[in-house]
């Protein structure tokens, strides 16, 4: 039978994941430093599981509602009505996911035509784009550059805007740059958005993670904002949650609904011991993910420092836990660079151009990473420089 020939055409539209071909060389090798998977090298903290085993233990084991249990979105609106200054019902406006992951298809798959354009901003996130021909929409990258701190810039998005256009996905704290949004930036865009009356995703899973001590702003909530936007967060970074699959999304009642057929027919609800620990969770909220942070900003400064020093001209991320430094200088692609390094110092950090072309002459470093770890692998970093 000839299998392939029976797939979904758009699937032939999909590269395999860049991180993914990369990493395969590095699983099973225990000699290798790992600065390339974008995950907290924390475990969760233990009230939040602690929280997930007594609500097994209480013989919590059934579904929930669709959208999530009730008390679990109650204190989702509150958080986000503190952290975020946006106010969303919680009988109405929010769904509990399986990982921003979900949300973001959800999104997508609800709102794409067949042919609707989504603008993204790039170096972004390995999923988007997939995730757009998965939705049958059409994915229009626009590039951000080192120069700009990797934002996306007013200009830029106003030159992509199409007929087609409907969807603008922004991510701020970026993987992989790092970069945030200035809020004059963010206001140009909004009001791009409102006069081509675009619906905008907004994916701000980093938006705890911030060194700069500016507030994050949502884009969700600048005036005329609200209304059209779809404001995705979760459990995974901030609160070193990866393996719990939660995540949500607040938006206006309509769109909810339309995620929620979607979601109820494909997923039914998100796991309940999952839910219970987010609950804690959020009831502990930045007591429990500033040690966290606290630790991130200094390994950052570190690497920056030590990047930079070494002749590897490196922007200072305003969040995430990813820095990107330039190698364009040293005449290798990002591909060759990355590889060098790992058969040469066996330390392994992604190559840039597995987040969209406009990322190539970079490498991503995840420094989600203990301090020994990220200081034998600057050294090793330093070594190989001489070796080009
Ligand atoms: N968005 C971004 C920008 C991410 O970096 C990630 C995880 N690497 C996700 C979404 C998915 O997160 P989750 O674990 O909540 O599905």
């Not at 256009?165 to 200035?182: D, R």
């Not at 009831?283 to 020093?309: A, C, I, W």
């Amino acid at each position: 039978m000839d299998i392939q020939s029976k797939l979904a055409g758009h699937l032939n539209a999909i590269p395999r994941s860049g991180i993914r071909d990369f990493f395969e060389l590095v699983i099973g090798r225990n000699d290798v430093i790992s600065l390339g998977v974008g995950e907290p090298d924390f475990s969760t903290p233990w009230s939040i599981r602690e929280a997930a085993i007594y609500s097994l233990e209480k013989g919590e084991t059934s579904y929930t509602s669709n959208l999530g249990m009730l008390s679990l979105r109650e204190k989702i609106t509150e958080y986000v009505d503190e952290f975020f200054h946006i106010s969303y019902r919680p009988d109405s406006e929010v769904l509990v996911t399986v990982g921003v992951s979900e949300a973001l298809d959800l999104a997508l798959r609800a709102l794409l035509n067949p042919g609707d354009e989504v603008i993204y901003h790039e170096p972004c996130y390995v999923s988007y784009s997939p995730s757009i021909v998965m939705a049958h929409g059409v994915a229009v990258p626009v590039a951000t550059t080192q120069e700009d701190g990797f934002s996306l810039k007013p200009a830029a998005l106003a030159a992509a805007i199409t007929p087609r256009t409907k969807i603008v996905m922004l991510n701020f704290p970026t993987n992989p740059t790092g970069a945030v949004a200035t809020q004059e930036d963010l206001e140009g865009i909004a009001k791009l958005c409102i006069e081509h009356d675009l619906i905008v995703l907004s994916d701000e899973i980093y938006s705890e993670l911030r060194y700069d001590d500016e507030e994050h702003v949502s884009i969700a909530s600048l005036p005329g904002m609200r209304e059209r936007t779809i404001l995705l967060h979760g459990f995974s970074k901030a609160f070193a949650m990866t393996g719990f699959r939660l995540g949500y999304a607040c938006a206006p009642p309509e769109l909810i609904e339309a995620m929620m057929k979607i979601h109820q027919y494909g997923i039914l609800c998100a796991p309940i011991t999952s839910q219970a620990a987010a609950l804690e969770a959020l009831s502990g909220g930045e007591t429990l993910y500033e040690p966290m942070k606290r630790e991130y900003r200094q390994r950052r400064d570190f690497l920056v420092n030590r990047l930079n020093g070494m002749g590897v001209d490196c922007h200072l991320p305003g969040g995430a836990f990813y820095v990107f430094p330039n190698i364009q200088k040293f005449g290798l692609t990002s591909q060759e660079f990355a590889m060098g390094l790992l058969e040469a110092e066996q330390v392994a950090a992604v190559p840039g151009d597995a987040f969209g072309p406009s990322g190539e002459g970079f490498l991503r470093c995840c420094y989600a990473t203990g301090m020994k770890d990220l200081k034998e692998a600057m050294c090793a970093m330093e070594r190989y420089l001489k070796t080009l």
